[in-house]
């Protein structure tokens, strides 16, 4: 008869107990835990600041936007003109040569359509690209929309926009077909043959024109700020990883694993 007693020796056909890795496993989990949780901390944290960032941005723009008008840089600045210039609320005085205007496809409130971008040559004799408006498709010709055609000295109010190189999303301009996707100031200027000129643009404001096209003053200005979401969103998941770490560590799956008969993390 084999003994009965309690002695050492596993019985037959049992499974052998897993290897005593208890603590080793409990050190690597809870390491490698902490790890995503300092980065998930890290990510949230990231987007607090960006929304700082971003409120200011926009505070600051709306200043230039509702600020006095003042007169558009000159040839002298063009060097420094930068991100900070932005939707600088500028006024410029000229003459329109608009048999060098560029249409660039939009999309505004009022449906699709074009922008109407017509150099102004200043007394200095510089030129800036200004978009006086928008058409819809049927007033793409010039010739449908005489009356606007403004000669003459003439003062422009608006806000300084900063040049759209290349085209809009998945969509390049196309200088020698005449498609244009974006304000593209440099790429216009080339295309039009125009020398001297502004290394920005500017929007019109919704100063009515003679037979009221071009439609000015249909700026957008708008910047995403979904940073609070986003932060919530990384600590969120922080504070569910602490509680799950806990819990595996501390409570159920040890549970578990001892109603089986084992001991929790094969100790």
Same mark, same amino acid.
Request: aromatic share 10%.
């Given at each position: 008869?084999?003994?009965?007693?309690?002695?050492?020796?596993?019985?037959?056909g049992?499974?052998p107990?897993?290897?005593?890795?208890?603590l080793?496993?409990?050190?690597?989990?809870?390491v490698?835990?902490?790890?995503?949780f300092?980065?998930?901390?890290?990510?949230?944290?990231?987007?607090?600041?960006?929304?700082?960032?971003?409120?200011?941005?926009i505070?600051?723009v709306?200043?230039r936007v509702?600020?006095p008008?003042?007169?558009?840089?000159g040839?002298?600045?063009?060097?420094?003109?930068?991100?900070?210039?932005?939707?600088?609320?500028?006024?410029?005085?000229?003459t329109?040569l608009?048999?060098?205007?560029?249409?660039?496809?939009?999309? !505004?409130?009022r449906? *699709? %359509?074009?922008? #109407?971008?017509?150099?102004?040559?200043?007394?200095?004799?510089?030129?800036v =690209? /200004?978009n006086?408006?928008f058409?819809?498709g049927?007033n793409?010709?010039?010739?449908?929309?005489?009356?606007g055609?403004?000669?003459?000295?003439?003062?422009?109010t608006?806000?300084?926009?900063?040049t759209?190189?290349?085209g809009a999303?998945?969509?390049?301009?196309?200088?020698?077909?005449?498609?244009?996707?974006?304000?593209?100031v440099?790429?216009?200027a080339?295309?039009?043959?125009?020398?001297?000129v502004?290394?920005?643009?500017?929007d019109a404001?919704? !100063?009515?024109?003679? *037979? %009221?096209?071009? #439609?000015?003053g249909?700026?957008?200005?708008?910047?995403?700020n979904?940073? =609070? /979401?986003?932060a919530?969103?990384?600590?969120?998941?922080?504070?569910?990883?602490?509680?799950?770490?806990?819990?595996?560590l501390?409570?159920?799956?040890?549970?578990?694993?001892?109603?089986?008969?084992?001991?929790?993390?094969?100790?």
């Open positions: 008869m084999r003994p009965t007693g309690s002695g050492g020796g596993a019985e037959p049992s499974a107990s897993p290897a005593p890795l208890s080793l496993r409990r050190v690597v989990f809870g490698a835990a902490g790890l995503v300092v980065v998930l901390l890290g990510l949230g944290t990231w987007q607090v600041q960006r929304r700082t960032w971003k409120l200011d941005l505070a600051r709306d200043a509702h600020a008008a003042v007169p558009a840089p040839p002298a600045e063009w060097p420094r003109i930068g991100p900070d210039d932005a939707y600088r609320h500028v006024w410029l005085s000229g329109f608009h048999d060098r205007e560029t249409l660039v496809q939009a999309v !505004t409130e449906g *699709g %359509g074009f922008w #109407v971008l017509t150099p102004l040559r200043r007394p200095d004799g510089s030129l =690209l /200004v006086r408006g058409v819809p049927a793409r010709d010039p010739a449908t929309r005489q009356a055609l403004v000669a003459g000295e003439t003062r422009v608006g806000l300084l926009r900063l759209e190189p290349g999303f998945l969509r390049a301009n196309d200088p020698k077909d005449g498609r244009w996707y974006s304000r593209d440099a790429a216009i080339a295309a039009r043959g125009l020398t001297d502004a290394p920005y643009f500017v404001d919704a !100063t009515p024109n003679p *037979g %009221g096209l071009p #439609v000015g249909l700026t957008v200005i708008a910047f995403p979904s940073h =609070l /979401v986003y919530l969103t990384w600590y969120g998941m922080a504070l569910m990883l602490a509680g799950a770490v806990f819990y595996i501390r409570g159920g799956l040890a549970k578990d694993w001892v109603s089986k008969g084992r001991e929790p993390f094969g100790g």
